[in-house]
């Protein structure tokens, strides 16, 4: 499932324009992105930490809304990097609010897109660990 949030403002975001890679924080997966591949699939915005976790990675994190911003059910923390990542809007940080853990480097991956110019490491919170593929 993927698509627009219809009782949230549409707003495009760039995908990536350079190489970069998506290292699972505790776990073996790194991701190698090249821009031309971007979107991977349909989950989150384009380009966005869900699409290129869930699609690029094979990763199999919880996104229960289908990637529109309602659920915060894909929260992660971005441990670096986090600097080339697309700005949380109003409605991603109301709905990151209703995630357990909350970080200051918290994101919802649906929603997050990284611009290619920073390598990144992110962590799936503890709860959400079991869904990663061994
Ligand atoms: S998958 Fe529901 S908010 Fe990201």
Not at 56 to 78: E, F, K, P, Q
Not at 108 to 124: H, K, M, T, W, Y
Request: aromatic share 2%.
């Amino acid at each position: 499932m993927g698509g627009i949030n219809p009782y949230h403002k549409a707003t495009s975001i760039p995908t990536a324009t350079r190489p970069f890679t998506v290292r699972l924080a505790g776990h073996p997966t790194t991701i190698e992105v090249r821009p031309e591949q971007l979107p991977f699939g349909r989950d989150g915005r384009p380009g966005s930490l869900l699409d290129i976790l869930l699609n690029g990675g094979r990763v199999a994190i919880d996104h229960a809304c289908g990637g529109v911003n309602a659920c915060s059910t894909c929260h992660v923390v971005v441990k670096e990097g986090l600097e080339s990542c697309s700005t949380a809007d109003e409605a991603e940080e109301d709905m990151l609010d209703t995630a357990p853990g909350l970080t200051p480097q918290s994101r919802l991956a649906c929603q997050c897109v990284p611009d290619g110019s920073r390598d990144l490491v992110v962590e799936i919170p503890s709860w959400n660990r079991n869904a990663v593929k061994e």
